[in-house]
């Protein structure tokens, strides 16, 4: 029996576990609150693991320590931050700034190869993470075998700044008119539809009842809600909001973005006999950040921009240089100027200086204008950001006149 005891149907579980301590961003206190500036352009995705074993009999929900602990590699070799489920929410709040391209891990279930193999692989890599908890499955519950987590564990976890957030209290359909199994208290095991007031009190200890058992228990704020099997509809959402979640997880994955609704939020299910699901989403994420591969960051100081970093320019129609020969090989087809306000521009690249210009022809109208270049070295993307100001009033008069060679 490796399933601690769901029924046979669950071997696809869905929702999420998420590992953070709350880092609530609280903003305190002077009358003049400022928010940080989200970078609303970021993009999350979510996996959602289940147990980690090494031999794998149930590929729906199992996979290796070492192809678990391969993917956590990959994030980082990739460039692909991994932040805490509550960061998340926190920029979703806009009260927190993350990195453009991040992931979020979480564990769902409650098994105990969480806690003894993904731990480990987890702190070993840095990882913050979430675990989903249905609280008849903890061990000792009704649903609870040997395979569970014990809540001693889940306390150690918490102490170490790990987050736990709900997953129901049996880890059943919520929707009204399914069959469930309900287990009256002393009572056998019976598979029952409820209907009305009776389904509506069960649901309710679902969806309400194990997050005051797990924020009892735990002493914790509970704020997420990971759906079982990704089955809900308007009537349980309603009922979650109202009950103090912030957020609602399934299992369709998707990169999440600064949007993306709160009570839908997808995340991948990342099983033994599905390893496209894992390269998918990192992909998904590479390539709507826009590139495919990782990207390069060249200082602005190093490629003798024209106008410089923090500049201020007299002129609405400013000459824009850059040179690229410290970067090293260039290909010259690839270097691509972007200008803030006027998007991709003609700009004209000199190989033999390595210097990428463009003449702007059409005045600047703010007050900032942020460039950015890019190109390829190497079969590598790099990119240079700079920002010069332009000072108000200024015309076209006092514009160079020279027009970059091509
Ligand atoms: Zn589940």
Known sequence: MCKKQESASSSKQTSASSPTPVATPVAVATPKITKPVVDQTAQVIIFCYHRLVDKIRYPGTEITPAAFEAQMKELKDRGITVISLQDLLAWKRGEKNIPARSAVITFDDGWKSQYEVAWPIMKKYGYPFTMFIYTEGVRGGTLGGGEAITWEQLADLRDNGVDIQDHTATHQDLREGHTITVAPPGGKRTRTKLTGQQYEDWMRNEVVGSKDLLEQRLGIKVNSFAVPFGNYNDHVKEIARNSGYEAMFTVYGQPITFTSPMDSIGRYAIEANKP?????????????????????EVGAKDL???PA?????????????????GVGQIDPGSVQMRVSGLGVVPASFDPKTGTVSYQVTQKLHDKSCSV??????????????????????ATAGTSPVATPKK
């Open 276 to 296: 496209k699901v894992f390269d998918d989403a990192v992909k998904m994420i590479a390539t709507s950040s826009g590139g495919g591969a990782a990207v390069a």
């Open 304 to 306: 003798s921009t024209q």
């Open 372 to 393: 950015i270049v890019s190109a390829k070295s190497q079969g590598k993307k790099v990119e240079a950001h700079w920002t010069f100001g332009v000072e108000q009033g």
């Open 309 to 325: 970093d923090g500049e201020t320019v007299r002129t609405a129609l400013p000459l824009i240089k850059a040179n690229l020969s």
